[in-house]
């Protein structure tokens, strides 16, 4: 039986995540700002199967509680063997292009947040010397493009952070994997027009899952899209530049 | 692009939006229009569509609430399929008290349409399990429905068809089962008598019971009688789950030719004889047992764009079944309107719960037409006034042309129906009919 940390696990592709675990019957700790949501997925992944869903209702965004939340998750449950980081925002583009406040609440909630929580799980997994620390980017942080560029640099900047800190961690045990999906099609999206390369959310769980376990580096969802962003990387900047992506 | 058409992809909408309710904490979105709820839109007809207004979607209301795996007694939300109850039960030795012939519904829709099974005559519908729901009306009231709280809503929300206010989440009753295999029978019938023979034969000793018809042989009313139940313990795999993926799938509209009724006819006849003795017998497992068309995904596009209609009613025995039955299919034969797959099945006697519910005791029989346009609703209106005068009733989940004169005359109680209505649902189906 693992012991599985899911943060920012309301969302709904960390459902899934969480799902697949419970049905294998193993123990989960949830972190999520939204407590009646947290209840009601516990409920879900206690019946399927889960041998113990404990929950933490608190806003991610609020660093000052970061190093106190994750030093009591190691005192209460001794080892983690994998934390997911499942949380961020796709915000209001246009907006976060001149407003500061929509441009911070960007930045924190789909990098700050994570680096801060980071560093304080990295140090207990470096303590218990083994473990596997998963966290969830984007496509959208290989190349930044008009409509998204301030999420897109928050999971580029994390996008480096996860790779130095897999370096970082390796002579440790620690295992460092960095996610980088496609849009899915979740609440996260839906006010989006869905297109035939939109991710469905059981299908980018179940590839989160079998990334873990089998200890990849980075991993794009659905496989596709490192195809896609190679392409898309592969243009050079003098043509890029009068695109409109 | 047609937005979420309903299964028999017709009629088409063309004006139509959607939105998901994005948990079943969440208040009801109020767009100007009206709304209704959706779920997996395998309803045939209209009932699922609202041309010119919303539909509310619940497809993230995907949790399990509770389970108790010794009293079989489920709690959900309203937007977990049949499959996904299944995936859960059948593992620990349940299984649906009452199914639809796919798996790929939604609790909340089951309850809409208040769905029948092949155990009917045993079991009644699946709004005869259900023990409360919560609706969430558009005042933003949640009311907790069940038999002692709010009772008059809870039956007019049983084959409601989705009007009386969203369902959030639902807590019914399954059975317990010893494996997941079923102990089937096939008999060979040449005839209706024949076939009522047979059904009140089989009805005490087997919990599940169906015919399919070949309703477009030149000879008598022929058809293969299918019964079963659900077998003991097996020496391995007691609970094993159907396959979740299947490389079948019906990828692209087939061209409107596919089925015609010389295709049509030759597939009924090599059904027909597919049993090659008259009476055979064995061991299956429940997914072809009760889901026969799940593996071919999207199988409604065999019909190619124009879509197809379903037709299907149920006749009272007192009202001689057997003569309104044969009237019907002396007009499909003269139409030469083949219907490729023909269900017969008898319904029994228990009382449904819902005020609206389409099942009673007597006959039914479920066909399926590709969409010929005119002539064939032509056709069907003539069966509707045999359905009419044998004092039967149209299935609206399957319905797509009946008339307003037709509909109130199947369904009289629509006066105290109509006062559960919540002002801001409606559909395309109620909108034509009343």
């Given at each position: 039986m693992k012991k599985i940390l899911i943060i920012g696990a309301t969302s709904a592709i960390a459902q899934e995540v969480a799902k697949i675990y419970a049905t294998q019957k193993h123990e989960l700790i949830l972190w999520g700002r939204n407590s009646q949501m947290l209840t009601a997925i516990s409920q879900d992944l206690t019946v399927r199967g889960a041998s113990k869903v404990s929950v933490i209702a608190h806003d991610l965004n609020d660093f000052s509680r970061h190093e106190e939340f994750v030093t009591n998750i190691w005192k209460d449950s001794k080892t983690i063997d994998i934390a997911l980081l499942a949380h961020g925002v796709l915000g209001d583009p246009r907006k976060a292009e001149t407003t500061q406040s929509e441009l911070f609440k960007l930045l924190n909630s789909n990098f700050v947040s994570h680096a801060s929580l980071l560093a304080f799980i990295s140090t207990e997994m470096i303590h218990q010397g083994h473990g596997t620390i998963a966290v969830i980017s984007s496509v959208a942080g290989d190349r930044g493009k008009q409509s998204n560029y301030v999420y897109g640099s928050a999971k580029a900047g994390m996008t480096a952070y996860v790779d130095g800190l897999r370096n970082r961690l390796f002579k440790t045990g620690v295992h460092v994997l960095n996610l980088k999906l496609g849009p899915v099609d979740t609440p996260m999206t839906k006010d989006h027009k869905k297109g035939p390369l939109f991710g469905k959310a059981p299908q980018v769980g179940a590839g989160i899952v079998t990334a873990i376990e089998k200890k990849k580096n980075t991993v794009y969802l659905p496989f596709f899209w490192r195809y896609i962003m190679w392409i898309i990387c592969s243009i050079p900047e003098s043509i890029f530049k009068k695109l409109s992506l | 692009m047609m937005l979420l058409p309903s299964w028999g992809l017709y009629p088409k909408v063309q004006n139509q939006a959607s939105q998901a309710l994005e948990s079943r904490f969440a208040s009801l979105p109020l767009p100007d229009s009206t709304i209704l709820p959706r779920g997996l839109g395998r309803s045939y007809g209209d009932s699922c569509l609202n041309n010119g207004g919303t539909l509310i979607c619940s497809n993230y209301l995907n949790k399990f609430i509770s389970f108790s795996s010794e009293t079989g007694l489920i709690r959900c939300e309203a937007g977990v399929t049949f499959e996904d109850v299944i995936k859960l039960a059948v593992p620990k030795g349940w299984f649906l008290p009452v199914t639809p012939g796919t798996k790929f519904v939604t609790v909340g829709g089951a309850i809409a349409n208040d769905v029948h099974g092949k155990n009917h005559h045993k079991s009644g519908n699946f709004g005869n399990h259900v023990t409360q729901f919560e609706l969430l009306r558009s005042t933003g009231e949640r009311l907790l429905c069940s038999r002692n709280s709010n009772p008059e809503l809870f039956k007019a929300t049983i084959g409601g068809l989705g009007l009386t206010g969203f369902i959030t989440w639902a807590e019914f009753q399954l059975i317990k089962i010893d494996s997941s295999w079923v102990d089937q029978e096939q008999i060979q019938y040449h005839n209706l008598n024949d076939f009522f023979a047979i059904a009140e034969e089989s009805e005490e000793n087997f919990d599940y019971t169906v015919s399919w018809v070949d309703c477009v042989s030149s000879s008598d009313v022929r058809g293969i009688f299918i019964r079963g139940n659900f077998a003991n313990?097996?020496?391995?795999?007691?609970f094993k789950l159907h396959k979740e993926k299947s490389l079948k799938n019906v990828p692209v509209f087939l061209p409107e030719q596919t089925l015609n009724r010389f295709s049509i006819r030759a597939f009924n006849e090599l059904y027909f004889h597919k049993n090659i003795s008259s009476h055979k017998a064995g061991l299956v497992h429940y997914e072809p047992f009760f889901y026969p068309l799940d593996s071919i995904h999207n199988w409604n596009r065999i019909y190619g764009k124009r879509g197809f209609l379903q037709y299907q009613f149920v006749v009272p025995y007192k009202n001689d079944a057997g003569a309104a039955l044969n009237e019907i299919f002396q007009v499909l034969k003269k139409s030469q309107m083949g219907s490729f797959l023909a269900v017969l099945k008898t319904f029994g006697n228990l009382q449904p719960e819902g005020l609206m519910s389409f099942p009673k005791e007597g006959v039914t029989l479920a066909l399926d037409f590709a969409n010929y346009g005119d002539s064939l609703l032509k056709v069907l209106e003539t069966c509707d006034s045999i359905v009419r005068s044998a004092n039967g009733s149209v299935y609206p989940a399957k319905d797509a042309r009946m008339s307003k004169q037709s509909f109130s005359t199947f369904y009289p109680q629509i006066e105290s129906f109509e006062k559960h209505i919540d002002p801001k649902f409606s559909s395309s189906f109620w909108r034509r009919v009343r």
């Open positions: - | 313990a097996q020496s391995e795999d007691n």
